[in-house]
C-alpha cells in the first residue's frame, strides 16, 4: 500500500511513531464532548472511513471528507 508512512525506512517510522501518543481511558470520561467543536476532515476515506464518518456525523460532529477525484 503507497501511502506517506510506507514510504520511510524502518529507522524513520519508528520515530515518527514515538511522536504519537496513546489517550488514556480517563480522558474519556467525557465521552468525547471535547470534539465537539473542531472540524473533523477525513482525508482518503477507503473502504470504512466514509461509514465511519456518517457514524461520526450522526453523533452530532462536524465531519468534511478529502477525496480525490477519481475516487468520486
Known amino acids: 500500500m503507497s501511502n506517506y508512512f510506507n ?3 524502518l ?3 519508528l520515530r515518527q511513531l514515538g511522536q504519537c501518543r ?3 481511558k480517563a480522558e474519556f470520561a467525557n465521552g468525547c464532548s ?3 467543536d473542531w ?3 477525513i482525508v482518503g476515506c477507503g473502504a ?3 461509514n465511519q464518518g456518517l457514524n ?3 453523533s452530532g460532529l462536524n465531519i468534511s471528507y478529502a477525496l480525490r477525484d477519481e475516487a468520486i
Do not use: E, P, S
Open 48 to 50: 470504512q472511513g466514509l
Open 11 to 13: 529507522r524513520q517510522q
Open 56 to 58: 461520526m456525523r450522526d
Open 7 to 9: 514510504t520511510l525506512n
Open 22 to 24: 496513546f489517550m488514556d
Open 39 to 41: 472540524n473533523i476532515v
Open 34 to 36: 471535547f470534539i465537539k
